[in-house]
């Protein structure tokens, strides 16, 4: 299984990015997927998840209402649409496969995730 993750950059603050992770080796529309970020120092954290039909979606608190996490189930791809960022949002983030297929509901913590993406380096400046 191999995920590609992509989108990252340097941005200002109040811009906006978006992510893609493209997944091949599994049959990607039977597992929910997650996104996950990591600065240095900390432990990887929670961002956004999506269950393996695209129906049900869960965000951290801290990005709530500004970045949108999707899938297309037809192109093996997930989305992270970041939106009003800040400087606090810096950080690599990960996209992720569930270890379980047609899983519910979605699982929030990295271990329950077993194939992550190589990472993409998201950097907002004040």
């Known amino acids: 299984v191999q995920l590609q993750a992509s989108g990252g950059g340097l941005v200002q603050a109040g811009g906006s990015l978006r992510l893609s992770c493209a997944a091949s080796g599994r049959t990607f529309s039977m597992y929910a997927m997650g996104w996950f970020r990591q600065t240095p120092g900390k432990e990887r954290e929670f961002v956004a998840a999506?269950?393996?039909?695209?129906?049900?979606?869960y965000y951290s608190d801290s990005v709530k209402g500004r970045f949108t996490i999707s899938r297309d189930n037809t192109k093996n791809t997930v989305y992270l649409q970041m939106n009003s960022l800040k400087p606090e949002d810096t950080a690599v983030y990960y996209c992720a496969s569930d270890r379980q297929r047609l899983r519910v509901p979605v699982r929030l913590t990295a271990e329950e995730y077993d194939y992550w993406g190589q990472g993409t380096q998201v950097t907002v400046s004040s």
């Open positions: 999506i269950s393996w039909s695209g129906t049900s979606t």
